[in-house]
C-alpha cells in the first residue's frame, strides 16, 4: 500500500484520546464507562449518541424541529445517526488497530482486516464523511 493511503498514527491516538465517556450516574460500580460518540446537525435541530459499537444511544431534538415536515425530521435523523455510527465505529476501528499493534500484529494487514472483514471505517473516513454531507445537505443553511 503506497505511503500517501496510509493515515497518519498520531490521529488515530488523538482520536482515542478524544473519547467522550457517559457520566458516571450512568453506570454502577460493576459497570466501566463506555465510550459515546455525538453528533449534531450545523443547525444543531438533531443531535444523535452512538455506542462505540454504532448502537444508537441517544437522539436529541430541539425546539426548532417543529418547523420540519415529519418526512424531513426523519431523514434528517437517519442522515445524523449514521454519522454518528460511523464516527463510533472509526473509533471502534482506533482502538482495535491499537491494540493489534501492541499485540505485535502487522499494521497492513490489521488495517485490511479491519475494513474489508469487519466493515469499519478509519477516522479519517468518517470525517471526511461528515465533511462532505454537511458541504451538500447544509450548503444554504445560514443561521
Known sequence: MAAENQPDDTDERDDLA????THPADYTDEAPPVPVFTVANPPGTVTVTAFMDGRVKQ???????TD???PELADEIVVIAGLATREAKSAQYAFMLEGMREQG???AGTRDFLARDLDLPTPEQARAERAQIFATRYAGDHD
Open 18 to 21: 478524544a473519547l467522550d465517556f
Open 68 to 70: 420540519l415536515t415529519e
Open 105 to 107: 500484529h502487522n499494521d
Open 59 to 65: 437522539i436529541e431534538l430541539s425546539s426548532r424541529t
